[in-house]
């Protein structure tokens, strides 16, 4: 110990000297985990191996080395298109403390979300998360302070704010961005996410009720994949391919895309920093287990802004973007005369960083990050408690509470099963 001190005082009275080659000093002269020299290899590690985490074994900028996962079945199958030695673990705590692990790749159910991120920073993890960010809005307030408290680099997996063609709309976000912050739509505005806009809402995803008890299968540990949820004897249709038909695990279609969907609207919008007002919604009533489908939920922010969630696609001539001055409608089609040569004249939107290995390198904030992916899963998560209670509900989004509303203010934070806690 006295020497590794000895050789880190020398080190930086080097590069007060300006005479440290710093490129290759490696991490562990600075002090265990969580320094990074820029001439390291990035590792990772997944956990959860189901369809999106074999999906994702390897990314740009880095080496996988763990996986984990509570089924054998899955772990094995994932270990197939792994390198050569890769390690496995069990139970991912023992994974965390893995010291050569720099970014931690969740990719379970939801209701592990929360929990995982947390602790992932707290044992000095980077960590790339799959949406929806967590499960519950208290969750989501737990991950950031979390992930801001112990100085990690937080990455959400969906990207249309700053890649891909979005959906419908077969143009990538930034010229609807360019679009919108020019003004020329006029404010507010109204977006319309549904069939005819070009978004599936995934109403496949609901849950069974009256379930049977099963055999738990020999390959599965079903405590552990319960973790916090509330326990619910065995039916292969709560878990791996069903699981997000279920309040406990998920919240069916509207969770699955919501994030997907309604992060890139944000950013348009230009509602990183705040949530709606309120959620109002027209839906069938719900199970207290079984996720099922609604109609139409409508996000009102203080400034008039609207998003329409359409679940029935009723509205054939609705444009995904209206505002007092024009539309904007599914393909990219407005009905602005000569709106190209029109947005010539203004900037485009800000750069932003979208590479996950230079976040991390270089410790700055990813462009989908703890905060304002915070902020597009409360709008989800809104939608989800206001869909689950079958009540419309206004929100303070500074206390992050509804107003009036205990029932609604009980589903932000949910009770875990003991022992589980963020």
Not at 106 to 127: C, F, L, N, R, Y
Not at 412 to 422: D, G
Request: net charge neutral; glycine share 10%; proline share 6%.
């Amino acid at each position: 110990m006295e020497h590794t001190i000895q050789n880190r005082r020398s080190f930086l009275k080097q590069v007060a000297l300006g005479t440290a080659a710093f490129t290759i000093i490696p991490r562990h002269v600075l002090g265990g985990s969580g320094f990074l020299a820029p001439s390291d290899e990035l590792t990772k590690a997944i956990i959860g191996t189901g369809g999106m985490g074999r999906g994702h074994t390897g990314y740009p900028g880095s080496r996988l080395v763990a996986i984990c996962d509570v089924d054998k079945n899955h772990l094995n199958l994932a270990l197939k298109n792994c390198p050569a030695g890769t390690k496995t673990y069990h139970n991912y705590r023992e994974l965390l403390q893995d010291k050569s692990i720099d970014i931690v790749h969740i990719a379970t159910p939801p209701h592990w979300h929360g929990i995982m991120s947390a602790e992932a920073a707290q044992a000095g993890k980077d960590v790339w998360c799959e949406k929806p960010m967590t499960r519950t809005i208290g969750e989501g307030i737990k991950v950031k302070e979390a992930i801001e408290r112990h100085g990690r680099v937080f990455r959400l997996n969906t990207w249309f704010r700053f890649a891909d063609n979005f959906y419908g709309m077969n143009t990538p976000v930034k010229p609807i961005k360019k679009l919108v912050q020019s003004g020329l739509l006029g404010w507010p505005l109204k977006v319309t996410v549904g069939a005819t806009t070009g978004f599936d809402w995934k109403f496949y995803w609901v849950g069974k009720t009256g379930l049977a008890s099963q055999p738990v299968p020999a390959e599965l540990d079903y405590d552990l994949w319960l973790g916090p949820a509330p326990y619910k004897p065995y039916n292969s249709h709560r878990v791996h391919e069903t699981f997000r038909g279920y309040w406990d695990y998920d919240g069916g279609g509207l969770a699955d895309m919501g994030q997907h969907y309604l992060d890139p609207v944000q950013y348009i919008l230009d509602k990183d920093n705040t949530s709606p007002v309120e959620v109002l919604i027209d839906s069938e009533q719900q199970d207290s287990d079984a996720c099922g489908t609604w109609k139409r939920i409508e996000l009102v922010y203080q400034d008039g802004c609207r998003i329409i969630l359409d679940g029935e696609g009723k509205d054939a001539n609705a444009a995904y973007i209206e505002g007092p001055k024009g539309k904007l409608y599914r393909g990219n089609r407005c009905d602005i005369p000569n709106i190209e040569k029109k947005l010539a004249a203004y900037p485009d939107p800000a750069p932003q960083l979208t590479d996950f290995a230079e976040s991390v390198r270089t410790r700055s904030k990813f462009a989908l990050n703890e905060q304002n992916g915070f902020r597009s899963s409360t709008i989800v998560n809104m939608a989800v408690i206001a869909v689950r209670l079958g009540r419309s509900l206004k929100f303070d989004p500074d206390q992050l509470q509804f107003i009036d509303d205990p029932g609604a203010n009980a589903l932000i934070n949910q009770p875990m099963r003991a022992p589980w806690s963020i």
